[in-house]
């Protein structure tokens, strides 16, 4: 028996189509945050230095954060089904083989096949959502969604300080495989099968929009060439705005950004995300080159932020009953802000308490709160022509914000000789990400009460 959306409708339940989505969303969010702390190990057993070790994060970035346009437009042309089996498909094959990597060449080669299968995957998960509900239930489902998002990413660090402490770090990877072949399965009796609108993808707008990207964050953190890269990022990332100004079928349709509400949220979200990203990065080294910590130790240290964060989300569905999707924004970000601040005042040195706990409980009520509405401000007044493309938009400034803010604050920071002194300056960079999608989110409150 089909599962058809107005059946779920009139029983009040999600069925099987939002555990689907959410639970192929966390894989790709867990092995993320899984790598940080497995990277000391990965560069034993594959005797990869630092600079190579770096491209094991990079490589899978790079191509997750440039595809995912590409990835959320052909959910709209060829449809939504039919690209997230082949989205999965290839992400399951790419953890296997980066599981069985023998050297570096191929885990790195390997993590950027994950990173093409995650590009295809995650704009479609969220297109997916949009697809199957509708009204409050589809209001719900985001949360879940934002929700998931967010502690994806905590108990990711969690679970690999686990696996890098007690077993090897290709289980992380391995353990992808059996889960995502009953998601297949799963996929192919439950999710509907809704035909594409048709037309043709926008390869020169994927084109142009990878070398850009990639050039990007290249020319920031790069060894070598970064002036040349620079100049490409630039050339490229323009030739990508005028390809899409002209294309029929574009790869990001430029209105997108006429809408206030959903440009000031990707601009929002990336900058948000570059500072949570170097949060996480950063948090787990410090706790283990200042406070002595084992990578376990380090990642249970987390635990101040993931649990606050857990109740906030699930709180979130109710808060929504009470107040509007842009009050909840304003008061995650701020709460954020608030969290990182009082962590970059006390210092690392203050001790693992108030350096870290104390402003950790606070930073998980603020990602609570603000993961799900910058989703919801990000897909805002969507047609079904575009939804895939808006949710492609807030994945590439989800990814590659987060790059660029790590990029950006390792690259100032790298100077320092002192762990402490170098997180202590991190610290400050991270808050002043923040402060930026604070402005980001007010801009949207500002308009939304004219």
Not at 217 to 245: D, K, P, Q, T
Not at 400 to 419: C, D, N, R, Y
């Amino acid at each position: 028996m089909k599962l058809s959306l107005e059946a779920v409708m009139q029983n009040h339940k999600f069925g099987l189509v939002l555990p689907i989505i959410l639970i192929s969303y966390l894989m790709i969010l867990l092995d993320n945050s899984i790598v940080f702390t497995s990277t000391v190990k990965i560069a034993a057993d594959l005797h990869m230095d630092a600079q190579n070790l770096a491209w094991v994060t990079n490589a899978y970035a790079l191509t997750f954060g440039g595809l995912l346009m590409l990835g959320g437009r052909a959910g709209d042309i060829i449809g939504r089904r039919r690209v997230f089996i082949s989205g999965l498909t290839i992400f399951t094959i790419g953890s296997l083989l980066v599981g069985l990597a023998q050297s570096g060449p191929m885990i790195i080669g390997m993590r950027a096949l994950q990173g093409v299968g995650s590009a295809i995957l995650a704009p479609t998960t969220l297109a997916l959502l949009m697809d199957n509900y509708t009204g409050s239930m589809r209001t719900r489902a985001i949360a879940s969604y934002g929700a998931t998002a967010g502690i994806g990413a905590s108990f990711g660090l969690v679970i690999g300080g686990l696996i890098a402490s007690y077993f090897s770090w290709r289980d992380g990877f391995l353990l992808n495989v059996p889960v995502g072949i009953i998601l297949l399965i799963l996929t192919l009796k439950v999710v509907p099968r809704v035909n594409g609108q048709g037309g043709r993808l926008d390869w020169v707008g994927a084109i142009t929009s990878v070398i850009g990207f990639a050039g990007l964050i290249y020319s920031i953190n790069g060894a070598y060439g970064r002036l040349l890269a620079s100049i490409i990022a630039v050339v490229f990332l323009g030739l990508f705005v005028w390809a899409e100004s002209r294309t029929k079928n574009p790869l990001m349709p430029l209105r997108l950004f006429a809408d206030n509400e959903r440009s000031s949220a990707y601009i929002a979200r990336f900058f948000y995300l570059g500072a949570m990203i170097s949060y996480f990065f950063l948090v787990p080294q410090a706790m283990q080159h200042v406070y002595g910590y084992t990578p376990l130790l380090a990642a249970l240290g987390f635990l101040p932020e993931t649990i606050p964060q857990f109740i906030s989300a699930t709180v979130l569905a109710r808060l929504n009953n009470r107040f509007t999707n842009n009050q909840l924004l304003v008061t995650g970000v701020v709460i954020t802000l608030v969290g990182l601040a009082s962590g970059a005042v006390v210092g690392i040195h203050g001790g693992y308490f108030w350096a870290l706990a104390v402003p950790m409980v606070v930073i998980g009520i603020g990602q609570g709160l603000s993961l799900s509405p910058l989703t919801v401000a990000g897909v805002a007044h969507t047609d079904p022509a575009i939804a895939g493309a808006a949710s492609g938009v807030v994945n590439t400034a989800h990814q590659i914000g987060g790059s660029f803010g790590l990029s950006v604050i390792v690259a100032l920071t790298s100077g320092f000789t002192k762990a402490a002194v170098s997180y202590d300056h991190a610290a400050v960079l991270m808050a002043g990400f923040m402060l930026i999608a604070l402005l980001a989110t007010l801009n949207i409150l500002r308009n939304s009460r004219r």
